[in-house]
């Protein structure tokens, strides 16, 4: 399986002074536990960083570092997840037929989600891993008035990996181009198009790094693994 990890954002909501990715969690960089669980994943055998060449040489010192024994290839990253992704794809080898797509920020994810995403989009168009939202959740108008409690039966949080049929999402991606849509994750551009996406369970520990926060809570849950 084919796997892309966007990674080339820059960290706002993090504050670092460069790519949050970089920033150390216990003893490697965030973005080396994303490259190993990826190694680890058996169903993995190709792997594709998109990422601002601004940060190659930091990159390829980390991959020299994990001593990485799959294909790994870096490729220019857009000034957002959606263009990034869209770079990615174009770099895909052409005998990739399906993709996933796994956020370098999510590097809690176990080798064992990556290997359950894989296997499972064998046998259907488009899937993402997502948990069951634990909180009641408001839409909020801009006064900051209360519109509506959605049922929160059908709410789940969407995490990474996703994975899609390439040539759809190829499809879904120029689509989105075409008609100007601004997403926060492939499977929107699916659901745009109206094509079906799929849910895998997600996991709870698989947060994405965002903030200062999120750090210290990363750091917790590996000290308990
Ligand atoms: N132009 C971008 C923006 C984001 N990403 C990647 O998409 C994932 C999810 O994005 P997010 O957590 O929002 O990362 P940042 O964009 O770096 O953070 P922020 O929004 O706080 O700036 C991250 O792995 C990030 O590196 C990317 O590849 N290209
Ligand atoms: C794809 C994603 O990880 C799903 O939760 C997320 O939407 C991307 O991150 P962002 O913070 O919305 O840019």
């Given at each position: 399986?084919?796997?892309l990890?966007?990674?080339?954002?820059?960290?706002?909501?993090?504050?670092?002074?460069?790519?949050?990715?970089?920033?150390?969690?216990?003893?490697?960089p965030?973005?080396?536990?994303?490259?190993?669980?990826?190694?680890?994943?058996?169903?993995?055998?190709?792997?594709?960083?998109?990422?601002q060449?601004?940060?190659?040489?930091?990159?390829?010192?980390?991959?020299?570092?994990?001593?990485?024994?799959?294909?790994?290839?870096?490729?220019?990253?857009?000034?957002?997840?959606?263009?990034?992704v869209?770079?990615?794809?174009?770099?895909?080898?052409?005998?990739?037929?399906?993709?996933l797509?796994?956020?370098?920020a999510?590097c809690?994810a176990?080798?064992?989600?990556?290997?359950?995403?894989?296997?499972?989009?064998?046998?259907?168009?488009?899937?993402i891993?997502?948990?069951?939202?634990?909180?009641?959740i408001?839409?909020?108008?801009?006064?900051?008035?209360?519109?509506?409690?959605?049922?929160?039966?059908?709410l789940?949080?969407?995490?990474?990996?996703?994975?899609?049929?390439?040539?759809?999402l190829?499809?879904c991606?120029?689509?989105?181009v075409?008609?100007?849509?601004?997403?926060?994750?492939?499977?929107?551009?699916?659901?745009?198009?109206?094509?079906?996406?799929h849910?895998?369970?997600?996991?709870?520990?698989?947060?994405?790094?965002?903030?200062?926060?999120?750090l210290?809570?990363a750091?917790?849950?590996?000290?308990?693994?």
């Amino acid at each position: 399986m084919y796997l892309l990890i966007p990674s080339a954002g820059t960290g706002k909501r993090m504050g670092a002074d460069r790519n949050k990715l970089l920033l150390h969690l216990r003893s490697q960089p965030i973005i080396a536990w994303t490259m190993l669980a990826a190694e680890a994943a058996s169903s993995i055998s190709w792997i594709g960083i998109i990422s601002q060449p601004h940060d190659w040489e930091d990159l390829k010192a980390i991959m020299a570092d994990l001593k990485l024994t799959k294909p790994i290839k870096l490729i220019a990253g857009g000034s957002t997840r959606q263009e990034s992704v869209y770079n990615g794809l174009q770099a895909l080898p052409a005998d990739a037929k399906q993709v996933l797509i796994h956020d370098g920020a999510r590097c809690l994810a176990t080798p064992d989600l990556l290997n359950a995403c894989a296997e499972a989009i064998r046998h259907c168009p488009g899937l993402i891993a997502a948990v069951p939202v634990k909180d009641t959740i408001k839409v909020v108008d801009e006064s900051g008035i209360i519109q509506s409690t959605p049922e929160r039966s059908q709410l789940w949080a969407a995490q990474t990996p996703q994975g899609f049929d390439v040539d759809l999402l190829k499809q879904c991606h120029a689509e989105g181009v075409r008609q100007g849509w601004e997403v926060t994750d492939d499977a929107a551009l699916f659901e745009k198009c109206g094509i079906e996406v799929h849910i895998v369970p997600g996991e709870e520990t698989n947060l994405k790094v965002t903030t200062p926060q999120d750090l210290a809570i990363a750091e917790f849950i590996l000290s308990n693994r």
